[in-house]
């Protein structure tokens, strides 16, 4: 499998998104990506009540932990490697939640506008 390379949207390196629990589709703590990665895991969210409840409404349910999978659920304040269409859906919902524009990938912007992701951002000043 080739990664694509490590840039946010900014055309800076991507910073680490979570590791508690172990975000991203390689599971490496960044929302890296590539080309097996269909659902483009690309956007570092800051996980709310509202998303969650959202998502679960949506098919995704990330709040009941999977332990076969290593996975122990997603609670608010986590920080989470959502996929792209996923995370314009609930802005289009108005349920979008907050995210890391340093820590989102750039193939996030073949999905979502970059004016769009600025408006969310809760690290940039």
Not at 67 to 85: M, Q, R
């Amino acid at each position: 499998m080739k990664i694509d390379e490590s840039i946010n949207v900014l055309g800076e390196e991507l910073q680490i998104c979570g590791e508690n629990p172990v975000t991203g589709f390689l599971r490496d703590g960044k929302c890296n990506t590539c080309k097996e990665d269909v659902g483009s895991h690309t956007v570092c969210i800051k996980v709310t009540q509202e998303f969650l409840e959202y998502s679960r409404f949506a098919g995704n349910d990330l709040s009941t932990p999977h332990p076969e999978y290593g996975f122990k659920g997603l609670k608010p304040g986590d920080n989470w490697c959502l996929c792209a269409l996923r995370w314009l859906e609930a802005n289009q919902n108005d349920r979008a939640p907050k995210i890391y524009i340093t820590r989102t990938h750039i193939r996030a912007l073949e999905v979502i506008p970059l004016e769009l992701l600025k408006r969310f951002a809760v690290d940039l000043n």
